[in-house]
């Protein structure tokens, strides 16, 4: 016998070289005929004693696992961190210690509301989690791209989820907060005020996985190795720079390409455009912790970083896809408590109670306690304990001893170990046994004020959009009511223009805020996405719309200088099979006109041949592909033909700065144009 094959997802076969291309059953027997089950005559009924179809339809009937109560839909990629910055005098944590060390780590990112046949566009927040295989154990830092969260307190989330999540009498609406439910339970939960903001913000749509951050949320502690403690708040930076999409091409990505995310993660990988993002961290202590306008241990509070920079101190890049999709994404099992010495909790009460609940929902989730045993969740550093048994046990210990203390020595198994093992950090800890929630998380504006003043305009216009679009979806108005008058405390501005979007003139009182507002916090440019652009077009891609006879010079000049920077070209045609060009060579086509809309391209240039302009002009496609991107403010190149096109949508008669006629020598400066990715001062007009 061979020794048995361990695929990266965690398959293990135990077969004889001779017969490794043959089926087998799941016991091993080669398998002779796959095609028909064994019946008493061509004709006859279908025998019990068929092992072979009853074993693969009993594995077929098994092949669900229960979807992750939130989070469902997610997407995992393999990569590493890179440590730029070693930081011993702030964390003993084996993977702070020597710069360059590179730790290899799985991450995942997810929507929260959908369901895992839901669509990836989804106005929601984002999971992102990862699983670093450090020397000295896993270490996962469970966060989401929004660095607030809804609720204070882990007893309230299964409500505020039960109000996302479609309704249990008629199981809709899927994957979105836009409902009554969601909104009745926030307008009465001041303190998840301020997440909205952020949910209703671009942040919740963004164009890829690849351009947003990411973040820890929870204050945490980084302990080194003289016990000395200091505060720490978790960061990722996309080296891609910021970037999101407009809702109403959100809407319309959802239909043209529900797996818009995934299928951007997987071809940036696929083609060695390896994301990448730096781990940033905001040190403080106690000092800080007390002047704090807010409660360091309040997850609905950011720290700006105006007040306490963000330090890079390492890269994680992430650079191969999952062999397989349910054994590494689906059966990865993240969990809060998974620590590492040098990094310890705080008492934060939504990080206790997370706590409790990952390595509860695992269990249920896969089956039994040896989750751990899946090579995904296995540490890649030595693992030797006396847990044993238990479904589904795969590392077995040889031997005698499966407890401690033993006294059998060498062969007397693991032994404890002082001088590298964890140890809590010893904080002090005392009061009443009570059910309170302390007075200093009693504030719930200021920041959401702090939130709104930081962004450019037209993001602001974009926020107060969404909630006029979710509120309007709300069908009762007394829901709509309570939210204006928490929005009311938040910024005038907002208000009036929601109330203004809902067509109230009457506004409600204002709630009755728990601690009056702070209306001075000062701007923060760090949380805006425009303001966090990038300054090229690395990235993104280009869709170039093409006709037969289009000109071959101008085609391979744009595709050269796209492609030279870092973009993707994806052609779209006519027909799939694609464009005979001006000089007669043929241009493979990525999408039909009907397949790529524009909605799934960061710009776009029109390239017709003379002829084809009239033709197009009547196509609906075509038309919704034009008056689409100058709707969603897109940069636009054009040539001549294109006119007939740009006339039946209305569009000729409003060609702006983000609007290029393109020629041969012109291509660089079309480039540099889509550098700013969208056209704004279109938007705001
Ligand atoms: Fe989670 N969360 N969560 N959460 N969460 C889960 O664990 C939970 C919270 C986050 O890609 C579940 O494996 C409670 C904050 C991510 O597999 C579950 C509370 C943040 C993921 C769970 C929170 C998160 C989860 C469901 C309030 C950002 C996906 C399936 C106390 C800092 C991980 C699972 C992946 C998943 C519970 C709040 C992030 C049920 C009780 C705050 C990224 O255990």
Redesign the pocket.
Known sequence: MTEPKMDKGGATHQQADQRDETMTTAQGGPIADDQNSLTAGSRGPVLMEDHIMREKIFHFDHERIPE????AR?Y?VHGHFELTKAIPELSCADIFQREGEKTPLFA?F?TVAGSKGSFDVARDVR???VKFYTGEGNWDL???NIPV?F?QD?IK?PDLVHSVKPAPDRNFPQAQSAHDNFWDFISLTPESIHTTLWTMSDRAIPRSLRFMEG????TFRLVNADDKSHFVKFHWKPKQGLQSVVWNEALKINGADPDFHRRDMWAAIDSGDYPQWDLGIQVFDDDFADEFEFDILD?TKLIPEEQVPVQIIGTMTLDNTVDNFFAETEQ???CTQNIVRGIDFTNDP?LQ??NF??L???TK?LGGPNFTHIPINAPKCPMNHFQQDGHMAMHNPKGRANYEPNSWGDDGGPRENPEIGFTSYSERVQGDKQRTRSETFADHYSQARQFYVSQTKTEQNHIAAAYTFELSKCEHEHIRLRMLSHLMNVHDDLANAVAKGLGYTDMPDAAKPARKPITDLPASDALSILKNGPDSFAGRKLGLFLTDGADANLVNKIETTFTDAGAKVAIIAPHIAGVKLSDGTMKAADETIDGGPSVLFDAVALIFSANAGEELARNKPAQDFVSDAFAHAKFIAWTDASTPLFEAVGVAGKLDDGILKLNNDNVAGFLKMCEGLRYWARDAS
């Open positions: 992750r109560v939130v989070h997610g995992g995942r997810s999971g992102f989690a469970v966060g989401n969260f609720i882990a989330f973040f820890g949320v929870h997850p990865v099992a993240f939504l109670g997370r609940s990952y509860d929902t695992q989730r």
